[in-house]
C-alpha cells in the first residue's frame, strides 16, 4: 500500500522544523526567493537545516535564481532537493548535477503531460495553483486538471490544509502533498498543531 509523503514547506523558525519532524514529515522545504515572506538567507537556512535529522529530506526552492547563488547554497548547506520553480528550463534544473523537482503552475489550458515531458529528468511534478508572481499564494486549483493515467511522481501543493487534504488525496492520489500556508499562524510563521492536525489528515486517507 502506498504511503503518502509529506513536505512542510517555507520553514523560518527552528521551532517550526521541530515541529514539522516531530510530527513526521517526511520532507522539510525552505525558500530561497527573496520577494517571498518565507525567503531565508543562506545564514539563516544553515541554523534551521542544523535541526534536520537523518531521513528527513530538506528540500531548497528558487526562483530564477542566479546559477552561482544556487552553487553558493549548495556549497554551504546540506540541501539534498533542489526544487524549481520559475521559468527555468531542463538545461537549468540540470546544471547543478543534484536531484530536483519541477513546480507546474496549473490553470486551464495547461497540458500537463506536454509540460512534463519537458523535464524528464526530474523526479517528480510539483502541481500548484497559476497566480501572478511565484508560489500558489494559497490558491486551490481544478484537480480535474490532472490527467488521470499520469504516470509521473505528483506532489500535489497549493490551497491544501488539514481541512481539505483527505478529499484532495482521495481524488488524486499523489506521490506526495506539499503545505505551507495553510499550516501557518501567518506568512512565514508555521503552527505546531496545525501541522500536527494536516499530518494525521494525510495518515487517515491513506487508512
Request: hydrophobic residues 45%; charged residues 25%.
Amino acid at each position: 500500500m502506498h504511503r503518502t509523503r509529506i513536505k512542510i514547506c517555507g520553514l523560518t523558525r527552528t521551532q517550526d522544523v521541530d515541529a514539522a519532524v516531530a510530527s513526521g514529515a517526511d520532507a522539510v522545504g525552505f525558500v530561497f526567493y527573496p520577494p517571498s515572506p518565507r525567503n531565508v538567507t543562506i545564514e539563516q537556512a544553515a541554523v534551521l537545516m542544523a535541526r534536520v535529522p537523518p531521513f528527513v529530506t530538506i528540500v531548497a526552492l528558487f526562483v530564477n535564481a542566479d546559477p552561482a547563488w544556487v552553487r553558493e547554497a549548495l556549497a554551504r548547506l546540506p540541501i539534498q532537493l533542489l526544487q524549481f520553480h520559475g521559468d527555468e528550463t531542463e538545461a537549468d534544473c540540470l546544471q547543478y548535477g543534484r536531484p530536483y523537482i519541477r513546480a507546474a503552475r496549473m490553470r486551464a489550458g495547461v497540458d500537463l503531460v506536454e509540460y512534463a515531458a519537458g523535464f524528464p529528468s526530474a523526479r517528480g511534478l510539483l502541481l500548484d495553483a497559476f497566480v501572478e508572481g511565484y508560489g500558489g499564494g494559497g490558491k486551490v486549483f481544478d484537480w480535474s486538471l490532472i490527467p488521470p493515467d499520469f504516470d509521473r511522481p505528483l506532489i500535489l501543493s497549493g490551497g491544501l490544509s488539514a481541512d481539505n487534504v483527505i478529499d484532495a488525496m482521495r481524488r488524486v492520489r499523489p506521490w506526495a502533498v506539499d503545505v505551507s500556508s495553510g499550516v501557518e499562524a501567518g506568512k512565514g510563521i508555521k503552527d505546531a498543531e496545525a501541522i500536527a492536525r494536516f499530518i494525521s489528515g494525510v495518515k487517515d486517507a491513506d487508512g
